[in-house]
């Protein structure tokens, strides 16, 4: 890694130690030096041999003059009392920095440095601060809409106690609106809110909360762009602002897939540094009439009877999922319909090539090429013009327990790993998952891979397609067979001796992020990075260490200012 020059560097004090202190334009450094004080000083020696710390520039989240910050504490009624070191050296300032923690879990630390005089005080705040305004994609105003019924209803309190105060030290102003019914926020957005004033929209809550955010911004998008929404082939406009998500939900498997932890610091703190992360967003249609947007899963079958039947039990809070899933599993329904889809190509992988999507993936970076969209483009004209021309389309006609859909990995606590492993967030693809019809037994098994690490695609009732659009048609019988009858129903007919009996079929419901669409015929298309998160990607573990040499900055490099 090339080496930088140091742009400030003086000997402080910490903690009753005397430090070197050292500042890049990648990081700020410190470490013990030699030193002899008096005890009654309050200076101990330390060794050389001492460790070092480095913070990465980026890291950073503020820099204050410690006196303003133990005002703030005075308010709030836990201020510390004075050391001897604060009496010795009053002049002194407080970094606050991420800290890595458990894994993909950060917290916000501080770390205080004395000094000799009130004027070097505030070099350092100058300097620290002079580097921070460097980061333009800092938002500096937000909109936040708090939702205060999901979940176990503690997103007043999350917000107050655990993310407000870091806005706050980071100087960020935010307009919170705490919403009072469903599609509160989504409805504000779409028509009310004055978007101009803000640098991005922060929702606290569940998957839900997310969803009714990302339907106002988006809409109101097009709306001020003039594009239809109800056109499936309409090219939709990407959103300008960012969104940040505070989980405070059920599951919050979008963050989870995004930052790879549900904890709201972690997600304050991403959004704080500004960081950005393209998403996908498929837009489902019926016929000519826009439903809705999807950025996680799209669930046929046993996912819509699951959510169908949970949506009677709202009584019981969280727990109405694992009931409704123990008797949507028994009731072990299937599907009779027909799948089409456009097959995704030109290198954008697999959903078995076990290639993660994680910070800074190199799938996700790749932008489709204008070549790519015009081939898209001609094969929804051909599908559209003519049923019987198919250009690059494939269609599968079965008996079906699940079709799911997912845009990304839909990882959550309960599965590490997701429904799709390899999906990714920002390619233009989303994986089609079949299920065929098959025994509870092996259904069963293919639910339990969810939570390993076992393929859950390792099945010959199985089926994935990486794929950009899909259309799915149910199909309905008027007579099935004794045979269909007895298998979908777990009885036999009374009537054992006629061939077929009357049962009126009926088709299952789609969920869509965890709502449930009116229609079961559908068209499914996505759109490519049509949002961007406050988030970076799961990282994985060798990036959350330090890059940079810890013992780099001291070398002997030319220095824009000394102390």
Known sequence: MEKQPRLFSSNLFQEYRQVEVVLNRCVLAWKETDTSRTPNCGIISIPETADSHVVQVCDIVAICNTKDDDQ??????????????????????????????????????????????????????????????????????????????????????????????????????????????????????????????????????GDGMFSEILHGLVTRTQIDNGVDQNQPDAELVPCSLHIGIIPAGSTDCICFATVGSNDPVT????????????????????????????????????????????????????????????????????????????????????????????????????????KDNKQWKMSEELETSDKDISYGWNAINGKFIAINAANMSCACPRSPKGLSPSAHLADGTMDLILVRKCSRLNFLRHLLRHTNKDDQFDHSFVEVHRVRKFHFQPQHHDLVSLEDLSEKTGFNPLCSLQTACNYSTTHSSWTCDGEILPHAAIQVSVQCQLIRLFARGIEEEQQQRMFEDPFAAWTPEPSLYLS
Not at 150 to 161: D, F
């Open 267 to 370: 997600s304050a703190l991403h959004i704080i540094v500004g960081d950005s992360h393209p998403m996908d967003v498929c837009s489902v249609h019926h016929g000519d009439v826009f439903l809705r947007y999807s950025v996680s899963l799209l669930g046929y079958g046993f996912y819509g009877d699951l959510l169908t039947d949970s949506e009677r039990k709202r009584w019981l809070g969280p727990a109405r999922y694992d009931l409704s899933g123990v008797k949507t599993f028994l009731d072990h329904n299937y599907y009779e319909g027909t799948v089409s889809f456009l097959p995704a190509e030109n290198n954008v992988g697999t959903p078995r090539d076990k290639l993660l999507c994680r910070s800074g993936c190199c799938v996700c970076q790749r932008k489709p090429s204008s």
């Open 72 to 205: 703030d504490n005075v308010e709030t009624r836990r201020g510390p009392k004075k050391s001897k070191l604060d009496q010795l050296y009053p002049h002194s300032f407080t970094v606050s920095y991420i800290r890595r923690t458990r894994r993909h879990q950060w917290c916000c630390s501080d770390v205080t440095f004395h000094c000799t005089s009130q004027g070097l005080c505030e070099q350092w705040i100058h300097v620290i601060n002079e580097q921070l305004s460097l980061f333009t994609n800092r938002p500096k105003r937000l909109l936040v809409y708090i939702n205060p019924y999901g979940g176990k209803q503690l997103g007043n309190r999350i917000y107050e106690q655990k993310v407000a105060p870091l806005f706050r030290r980071a100087c960020i102003s935010s307009n919170v609106i705490v919403t009072e019914r469903a599609n509160h926020a989504r409805d504000h957005l779409r028509t009310e809110a004055d978007l101009d004033k803000y640098d991005g929209v922060v929702c606290v809550g």
